[in-house]
């Protein structure tokens, strides 16, 4: 999905916004979530504690956090 965004933005075919299809709200919210973690405007991370903290995000994932297959309505 990454190279498929790039492209949009590389293109300039993304306008105002960049259409993510078949992501669920689960697997989006769990993105933000390791953005927000690792991209903090006011705050310096230390990176021995990011790293505990990737592997903790990591390991309490579940498999349907990962999946983007879910019924469109």
């Known amino acids: 999905m990454s190279a498929t965004v790039q492209k949009m933005i590389d293109d300039g075919s993304s306008g105002i ?7 669920t ?7 933000i979530e390791y953005c927000k973690k690792h991209c ?3 705050v310096l ?17 579940e498999i ?3 999946s ?3 019924v469109q309505v």
């Open 17 to 23: 916004g960049v259409a993510l299809h078949n992501i």
């Open 25 to 31: 709200s689960r697997v989006l919210t769990k993105v």
């Open 40 to 42: 903090p405007s006011d």
């Open 45 to 61: 991370i230390d990176e021995e504690e990011l790293k505990a903290w990737d592997i903790e995000f990591v390991n309490n994932m």
């Open 64 to 66: 349907k956090d990962m």
């Open 68 to 70: 983007v297959e879910e």
